[in-house]
């Protein structure tokens, strides 16, 4: 249901801001539809792919194998482990939550799904590599990587005690 409710926020807003556009007169309309099919034909490409090789992911990840090291009772080496694959994973949000849902599907415990999800969201090598290295200098993000480590652990593991 909040899918629905989000999916219609977000239809809703985007038709108003289009109204807005239109009632402007002055070609911002026509501008933001050529910046939207411009960003389309840009993120189409790396979508589909996101999902395709999400979906191999999930069809090849053995069951017993996601139950015995990330299942619910893995503990904290199913939480470390979690939240380097979430780490090391690259692509967007695509592959990540699916992924993670696929995990889910195929044993893996909640903790430990939400400590991948939070190893993606806090720890990527990608990001750090690529953008926060360059941009933010390498203290800066010594000094972010020192402090967000443990909370993929912390929260897969409060909510490991929360789900069972």
Not at 114 to 133: A, D, H, M, Q, Y
Request: proline letters at 4%; hydrophobic letters at 60%; charged letters at 10%.
């Amino acid at each position: 249901m909040a899918l629905v409710l989000f999916t219609i926020l977000l239809w809703t807003a985007t038709a108003t801001l289009g109204a807005i556009a239109f009632r402007r007169s002055d070609g911002t309309f026509a501008r933001g539809l050529r910046d939207a099919a411009r960003e389309a034909v840009f993120i189409a490409p790396r979508l589909c792919i996101g999902i395709l090789g999400a979906g191999f992911v999930a069809a090849l990840l053995p069951a017993d194998l996601v139950s015995a090291y990330l299942g619910a009772g893995s503990g904290i080496v199913g939480l470390a482990g979690a939240s380097l694959a979430g780490m090391i994973l690259p692509g967007g949000p695509v592959v990540a939550f699916a992924v993670g849902a696929a995990a889910l599907e195929a044993g893996a415990g909640h903790g430990q799904v939400i400590s991948f999800i939070l190893g993606w969201l806090l720890l990527s090598s990608n990001r750090t590599l690529v953008w926060e290295i360059p941009i933010m200098g390498t203290r800066f993000v010594l000094f972010r990587m020192v402090l967000a480590t443990p909370i993929p652990l912390v929260i897969g593991y409060f909510i490991s005690l929360l789900a069972n």
